[in-house]
């Protein structure tokens, strides 16, 4: 393992730092942004309580407790 300075590690932290400061580029024209909260649900598999497997656990819930049904096509 290669070791590094203290000082470069500084200064690679500094850079790191100064480039999450920056602010956020409005999105371009077309460009869409979604709620991160949202990228962990699932469209809806039914009938009845959703069959969808989630990493070996099936969902289980009803077609009202999800955001994603399949019907939200756009």
């Not at 869409?32 to 959703?50: D, F, L, S």
Request: proline residues 9%.
């Amino acid at each position: 393992m290669k070791r590094i300075r203290k000082r470069d590690l500084l200064r690679r932290i500094e850079s790191i730092e100064e480039r999450l400061a920056l602010p956020v580029p409005a999105p371009l024209p077309g460009q869409q942004t979604i709620n991160v909260a949202t990228i962990r649900h699932h469209t809806y598999e039914g009938p009845g309580p959703c069959t969808a497997d989630l990493f070996g656990t099936r969902c289980g819930q009803h077609r009202d407790a999800h955001h994603h049904t399949g019907d939200d096509q756009p």
